[in-house]
């Protein structure tokens, strides 16, 4: 028997004060499917995201997340921010944020056992020695390899991850994402993605949500970013769909 | 007052001459009590940069205060329902509506303030008792504040469980919210417990004087903590040592509890701040 999509989103329509956001969007996200976002600024990709995840409210339509309504069942999700709300003054060293991941509350103690989970995640995102530096004196790639930490320490089986290679340079952009698909195939998690890096859609999602208000297209990266979709979306394709089509630099 | 000391060679009094007396007895106990809870929310005041609120809420405490003693019912019952209000307004307002907390904050904390001049120009007898809840004093304090802070220091206990959530949301949030922390709900519990502490510190300290109490010893504990756990114990290390030698330092020097336990506070907040240069 099949499984159940694990997000499920029909008619969606989201607003933001007096501005229609995102406009009846319908699409259902499979077991260890790895689901790329991608699409203009202002395309309602980050506000798609907080609506799986409880943060926005639909104004129309539903949503369903691991077959609750969303914001039910965090403890089974791993959230990665875009902007960073983080009060970058808040003592605390990168161990304590880590450590929130596991209790979804702030640790007043860490418990040795607490403790060998976060640095084991920690080793895992290559930030095994930032363990005990201060959070205020992380750089910006420094804190999204911690905010991945403490989203994969609790081991979740759906990954929600907003721009997750912001400030994260060539390499170590090019590790994440080798690792979201090594932890993908060892966990057989479900991973949705919003990005900006067509390369990283293309090469890395089983599937690209093309967003701008409203769903574009949604398949496979080969049909989903294709010139057509990708000139509706943007206005024009540029030199872009070329490179997608060429493969990605790095290769 | 029968347990006034005398004024005359205090200074010569040795500290355990002071506890002779019961209303320092009392002061002592009010103070200690005052130097726990005020520093523990004073953690969450100082890192969620909502120090503006501590003004707001002492002078909204003002206003029911000044309501209390017209309408001739303890003080403390009124002030708190009505500075438990406004702390709710300030956040209605700026989480509902295009202005910040600093502008709710004051525009409300004035209204209070000028609620509360007015209600007392309608009153008959005389005021003093009034300016003793602006200025704090350590004669005011009474054997009913020393079991309302009891009380506090009981629920405030009882609540130790929100800590981890309170310092989730103060670090991030989005973050918290994300993972299912109702922080809309905690913050006003937050807000809840700091109006009570507030209205419950005014007679000691005073409502001019009762936000740098909230302050102060958690900005002294955050110069050198390294985790916000290490940040509110230092801060009721702060709060409670600087109540005590403030009041030894008011009954001694005479000088007015509020502002001797303040400038005790100030005194250890410059020294931590020289440390933290070297």
């Given at each position: 028997m099949a499984r159940a999509p694990v997000i499920q989103v029909n008619r969606l329509s989201v607003n933001r004060g007096q501005r229609r956001v995102i406009e009846d969007v319908s699409f259902d996200v499979a077991a260890a499917a790895f689901v790329a976002i991608v699409g203009p600024n202002g395309a309602g990709k980050t506000t798609l995201l907080h609506t799986l995840l409880g943060l926005v409210e639909p104004s129309d339509g539903t949503v369903r997340v691991l077959d609750h309504p969303p914001g039910r069942d965090a403890k089974r999700i791993g959230y990665v921010p875009q902007v960073k709300t983080l009060d970058r003054t808040f003592p605390a060293e990168v161990l304590d944020l880590v450590c929130s991941g596991l209790t979804h509350a702030w640790p007043f103690w860490r418990t040795p056992s607490a403790t060998e989970r976060a640095e084991a995640a920690l080793e895992t995102v290559g930030a095994a020695d930032l363990a005990t530096a201060m959070l205020s004196d992380l750089s910006g790639g420094e804190l999204q390899r911690v905010y991945l930490a403490r989203c994969l320490v609790h081991e979740p089986e759906l990954l929600l991850l907003d721009?997750?290679?912001?400030?994260?340079d060539a390499t170590g952009a090019a590790d994440l994402y080798e690792l979201l698909d090594r932890y993908q195939a060892d966990h057989g998690a479900t991973i949705v993605m919003v990005t900006h890096d067509w390369n990283a859609a293309y090469h890395h999602a089983t599937d690209v949500l093309l967003l701008d208000g409203r769903c574009i297209s949604y398949g496979p990266p080969q049909k989903a970013l294709g010139a057509d979709p990708l000139r509706e979306a943007f206005g024009h394709v540029g030199h872009a769909h070329a490179m997608l089509q060429g493969g990605p630099p790095h290769d | 007052m029968s347990d006034t000391p005398t004024l005359c060679c205090k200074e010569a009094?040795?500290?355990?001459?002071?506890?002779?007396y019961p209303f320092m007895q009392r002061a002592l106990v009010v103070g200690v009590c005052l130097g726990v809870l005020a520093s523990y929310y004073g953690a969450f005041v100082v890192q969620r940069r909502m120090s503006f609120l501590g003004v707001g809420l002492s002078h909204a405490a003002f206003g029911g205060i000044a309501l209390g003693l017209l309408l001739g019912i303890e003080p403390f019952w009124v002030a708190v329902p009505f500075t438990v209000g406004v702390g709710w307004a300030i956040a209605w307002i700026s989480d509902h509506g295009p202005l910040t907390s600093d502008t709710a904050i004051g525009i409300l904390f004035a209204v209070a303030i000028a609620l509360g001049v007015v209600l007392l120009s309608y009153r008959q007898q005389y005021t003093a008792d009034a300016f003793t809840y602006l200025f704090g004093s350590i004669l005011a304090v009474e054997a009913f504040d020393v079991g309302v802070l009891l009380a506090l220091v009981v629920g405030t206990a009882a609540l130790a469980p929100l800590w981890p959530r309170w310092a989730y949301a103060t670090f991030d949030r989005t973050l918290a919210r994300a993972d299912g922390v109702p922080v809309q709900r905690d913050d006003l519990m937050l807000i809840t417990c700091i109006a009570i502490t507030v209205v419950a510190a005014v007679k000691l300290v005073g409502a001019i004087l009762v936000a740098a109490f909230l302050v102060v010893p958690a900005a002294t504990a955050r110069l050198h903590a390294r985790s916000f756990r290490t940040m509110t114990l230092a801060a009721m290390g702060v709060g409670t040592t600087t109540a005590v030698a403030g009041l030894f330092a008011s009954f001694y020097l005479d000088w007015p509890s509020g502002a001797a336990i303040i400038l005790m506070q100030a005194l250890v907040f410059g020294c931590a701040l020289a440390a933290s240069y070297r």
């Amino acid at each position: 028997m099949a499984r159940a999509p694990v997000i499920q989103v029909n008619r969606l329509s989201v607003n933001r004060g007096q501005r229609r956001v995102i406009e009846d969007v319908s699409f259902d996200v499979a077991a260890a499917a790895f689901v790329a976002i991608v699409g203009p600024n202002g395309a309602g990709k980050t506000t798609l995201l907080h609506t799986l995840l409880g943060l926005v409210e639909p104004s129309d339509g539903t949503v369903r997340v691991l077959d609750h309504p969303p914001g039910r069942d965090a403890k089974r999700i791993g959230y990665v921010p875009q902007v960073k709300t983080l009060d970058r003054t808040f003592p605390a060293e990168v161990l304590d944020l880590v450590c929130s991941g596991l209790t979804h509350a702030w640790p007043f103690w860490r418990t040795p056992s607490a403790t060998e989970r976060a640095e084991a995640a920690l080793e895992t995102v290559g930030a095994a020695d930032l363990a005990t530096a201060m959070l205020s004196d992380l750089s910006g790639g420094e804190l999204q390899r911690v905010y991945l930490a403490r989203c994969l320490v609790h081991e979740p089986e759906l990954l929600l991850l907003d721009e997750p290679a912001t400030g994260v340079d060539a390499t170590g952009a090019a590790d994440l994402y080798e690792l979201l698909d090594r932890y993908q195939a060892d966990h057989g998690a479900t991973i949705v993605m919003v990005t900006h890096d067509w390369n990283a859609a293309y090469h890395h999602a089983t599937d690209v949500l093309l967003l701008d208000g409203r769903c574009i297209s949604y398949g496979p990266p080969q049909k989903a970013l294709g010139a057509d979709p990708l000139r509706e979306a943007f206005g024009h394709v540029g030199h872009a769909h070329a490179m997608l089509q060429g493969g990605p630099p790095h290769d | 007052m029968s347990d006034t000391p005398t004024l005359c060679c205090k200074e010569a009094r040795p500290m355990i001459d002071a506890l002779q007396y019961p209303f320092m007895q009392r002061a002592l106990v009010v103070g200690v009590c005052l130097g726990v809870l005020a520093s523990y929310y004073g953690a969450f005041v100082v890192q969620r940069r909502m120090s503006f609120l501590g003004v707001g809420l002492s002078h909204a405490a003002f206003g029911g205060i000044a309501l209390g003693l017209l309408l001739g019912i303890e003080p403390f019952w009124v002030a708190v329902p009505f500075t438990v209000g406004v702390g709710w307004a300030i956040a209605w307002i700026s989480d509902h509506g295009p202005l910040t907390s600093d502008t709710a904050i004051g525009i409300l904390f004035a209204v209070a303030i000028a609620l509360g001049v007015v209600l007392l120009s309608y009153r008959q007898q005389y005021t003093a008792d009034a300016f003793t809840y602006l200025f704090g004093s350590i004669l005011a304090v009474e054997a009913f504040d020393v079991g309302v802070l009891l009380a506090l220091v009981v629920g405030t206990a009882a609540l130790a469980p929100l800590w981890p959530r309170w310092a989730y949301a103060t670090f991030d949030r989005t973050l918290a919210r994300a993972d299912g922390v109702p922080v809309q709900r905690d913050d006003l519990m937050l807000i809840t417990c700091i109006a009570i502490t507030v209205v419950a510190a005014v007679k000691l300290v005073g409502a001019i004087l009762v936000a740098a109490f909230l302050v102060v010893p958690a900005a002294t504990a955050r110069l050198h903590a390294r985790s916000f756990r290490t940040m509110t114990l230092a801060a009721m290390g702060v709060g409670t040592t600087t109540a005590v030698a403030g009041l030894f330092a008011s009954f001694y020097l005479d000088w007015p509890s509020g502002a001797a336990i303040i400038l005790m506070q100030a005194l250890v907040f410059g020294c931590a701040l020289a440390a933290s240069y070297r």
